[in-house]
């Protein structure tokens, strides 16, 4: 059974960073077409983040893009999310996500990050 396990979120000031972690169990990280993480604020949808293909490629939203970088080790199983450069729109519980096309849709419980003005 797959599992997604978050951790690394928490109360940052504007500015700050933290580095989330996305730990799976089950099933080799590199056997999904894509790692991704999602975000979900107060009151908004959820919303994608940023994604690693297996062969490595990346893409992030807008808001993400010079700010925030996803990675990936193999060895402990786990995908990544550098944030930096916080701003308090960035305040949402964010998500790791596992994907195989057509075939298998995870998603871990989320992890909390606020950040405060």
């Known amino acids: 059974q797959v599992q997604l396990v978050e951790s690394g979120g928490g109360l940052v000031q504007a500015g700050g960073s933290l580095r989330l972690s996305c730990a799976a169990s089950g099933r080799n990280i590199f056997s999904f077409n894509v790692m991704a993480w999602y975000r979900q604020a107060p009151g908004k949808q959820r919303e994608l983040v940023a994604t690693?293909?297996?062969?490595?490629?990346?893409n992030y939203a807008d808001s993400a893009k010079g700010r925030f970088t996803i990675s990936r080790n193999s060895a402990e199983n786990t995908v990544y999310l550098q944030l930096s450069s916080l701003k308090p729109e960035d305040t949402a519980v964010y998500y790791c996500n596992a994907l195989q096309y057509s075939r298998a849709d995870y998603w871990g419980h989320g992890t909390q990050v606020t950040v405060s003005s």
């Open positions: 690693i293909t297996t062969g490595g490629s990346t």
